[in-house]
């Protein structure tokens, strides 16, 4: 029996509240370390949903047409707007997933959502910015990569036109991304209309597992999470491998003491 208390928010759906970050290691340790097949997320506001830019931003803008068609049409556009800025022997990108990952890596709102095999990578892009620092807590969400188990089912299905409402992982193979290899990065795209917490607690899943838990983390250890994941080479000097990178590590001893 786990020493931790798991509470269930939604079908599928459960919350843990650490007293700190020093009980982080040990909950992950405890809980997740044997486990290959989780991906976490950290999110600098508890709050947020688990739902792309582009679900955020179209419904910011108020279009009236269909999501689906709009994010065809924006992909299509990216597309075009490349031509020429990608180097003198751009890769061939294999589909859609790869567009839009590259797209992402330079500011496009995009279907995808970021993860990480590291939870302690998925920690630092909670606590990094200073922003919210009203918060009680910041999260680091874990998601099991099989919440995607019946997609099978759900793709035989669907009726009509559009992409079916699944949930798939998406590990591209650009080599225009370096941060994505340093991150231990992959993504996940889902439905446009729906953000995952809502999708994942309409599945029929293994309730013997955990398939989405939030940790709460106090916001008060901001300071304590980011020097103790420097001390892990976690950091922006590690994370993004360029000059932006450079430029926010150095940046981060400014704000933070003995960091």
Sequence with gaps: MSKWKYTEIESHLYEVTLDSWNQFPDFIGTEFLDYRNYVYRGHRKFSWKLESTFSRDFRSSKLKSDIEKAAAKHLDKFKLSTRGR????????????????????????????DWSASPYVAAYFAFFGSEHDDEEFRSVVIVSKSIGMDNKKIVESHKGSGRPPIVEFVTPHLDENGRLVSQGGLFSRGPLDMDLESWVSKQTLDAA???????????????????TLNRMNINHLSLFPDLEGASRYCNMELGIPKY
């Design 86 to 113: 990608r180097g003198s022997n751009p890769q061939i990108l294999k589909d859609d997933n790869e567009w839009w990952a590259l797209g992402q890596h330079y500011g496009l709102s995009t279907p995808l959502l």
């Design 209 to 227: 597992n955990y398939q989405m838990v939030k940790v709460k983390i106090p916001n008060g250890d901001r300071h304590l999470v980011l020097r």
